[in-house]
T-cell receptor, first 111, second 118 residues
Framework: GQNIDQPTEMTATEGAIVQINCTYQTSGFNGLFWYQQHAGEAPTFLSYNVLDGLEEKGRFSSFLSRSKGYSYLLLKELQMKDSASYLCAPSGAGNNRKLIWGLGTSLAVNP | DAGITQSPRHKVTETGTPVTLRCHQTENHRYMYWYRQDPGHGLRLIHYSYGVKDTDKGEVSDGYSVSRSKTEDFLLTLESATSSQTSVYFC?????????????????FGPGTRLTVL
């Protein structure tokens, strides 16, 4: 079957570093996406990993281990505006490349 | 924002009435998707399209139909709305880009339509 597991909620302090973990099981795999979604808004694309390793993009980094079915999103120098839900979405194989969506992790950044 | 608009942005309707939601894109993307998002369920795929007049069902397609008569528009129709279809509906397109030999197929989302069925 297909399954995604992320923590439901996390809290962190402004200026700190937080790591959001995601484990997944999919039938077929073609990379993994991370999205950010602020309350009442649409999801926005953050990062994409298709090979094992770390992808760094400014304050955000994402890591993938395909053999372990594991990814994490690392957020550095947290800001209040980073309070949002973070969605881990592996992509299925084939031309359709459907994304498989979990419930996401709600991150609250406190002053 | 990948040039995606949705209309209407908010709608309140009554049980049993037909409702059509429109997704419009300006960048000629081939793949388009309709999702619904509800508390406790995350994003669920309703239908998707891989070209003009080419559509397929997602995981929660019952009670919904779609049409794509031209590249830029993807319509979602609730033939007879029910209260269980109260939700936020997102349209998305799939973009293809490449950076350092990695091909991205990320999805970009429209702003969403909040539908309430009374």
């Amino acid at each position: 079957g297909q399954n995604i597991d992320q923590p439901t909620e996390m809290t962190a302090t402004e200026g700190a570093i937080v790591q959001i973990n995601c484990t997944y099981q999919t039938s077929g795999f073609n990379g993994l996406f991370w999205y950010q979604q602020h309350a009442g808004e649409a999801p926005t694309f953050l990062s994409y990993n298709v090979l094992d390793g770390l992808e760094e993009k400014g304050r955000f980094s994402s890591f993938l281990s395909r053999s372990k079915g594991y990814s994490y999103l690392l957020l550095k120098e947290l800001q209040m505006k980073d309070s949002a839900s973070y969605l881990c979405a592996p992509s299925g194989a084939g031309n359709n490349r459907k994304l498989i969506w979990g419930l996401g992790t709600s991150l609250a950044v406190n002053p | 924002d990948a040039g995606i608009t949705q209309s209407p942005r908010h709608k309140v309707t009554e049980t049993g009435t037909p409702v059509t939601l429109r997704c419009h894109q300006t960048e000629n993307h081939r793949y388009m998707y309709w999702y619904r998002q509800d508390p406790g369920h995350g994003l669920r795929l309703i239908h998707y399209s891989y070209g003009v007049k080419d559509t397929d069902k997602g995981e929660v397609s019952d009670g919904y139909s779609v049409s794509r008569s031209k590249t830029e528009d993807f319509l979602l129709t609730l033939e007879s709305a029910t209260s269980s279809q109260t939700s936020v509906y997102f349209c998305a397109i799939r973009s293809t880009s490449g950076v350092n030999k990695t091909i991205y197929n990320e999805q970009f989302f429209g702003p969403g339509t909040r539908l309430t069925v009374l």
